[in-house]
């Protein structure tokens, strides 16, 4: 991972609302990725996992399997982004693997990810 590229985590509501408003979204099967340049040079990452999904500790393994996802495409992701990965129904039953190649999947089309070696 670049020493120049800061992962920020979006906390508030109005940061969530600003990337679903003023931002774009790729979806597949298992996941969807709203993102919004934020004009910070970093990239700045939230997680939309509601209640559907189960209990606490089936949204919280949803979330950390998606943060880990998302960080190991971390080095390759152009800075100056806010995203925001929200999961769909099938995610909570689908294997790592599986979540790992649809956040690159969609970060690819939404055209996030530096070509760079």
């Not at 679903?20 to 709203?34: A, D, K, N, Q």
């Amino acid at each position: 991972m670049p020493p120049d590229r800061f992962i920020g985590r979006l906390t508030r509501e109005d940061e969530f609302r600003r990337v679903y408003l003023e931002g774009f979204r790729r979806s597949t099967p298992l996941l969807v990725i709203h993102a919004r340049a934020n004009g910070l040079g970093a990239v700045r990452l939230g997680f939309a996992v509601g209640r559907r999904f189960g209990g606490a500790v089936v949204r919280n393994r949803l979330r950390r399997r998606l943060r880990e996802a998302v960080r190991a495409h971390h080095g390759l992701i152009g800075a100056g982004v806010d995203l925001v990965v929200a999961p769909r129904a099938g995610a909570a039953g689908a294997t790592y693997a599986s979540l790992h190649a649809a956040v690159g999947t969609a970060l690819a089309a939404a055209g996030l990810l530096d070509h760079a070696p």
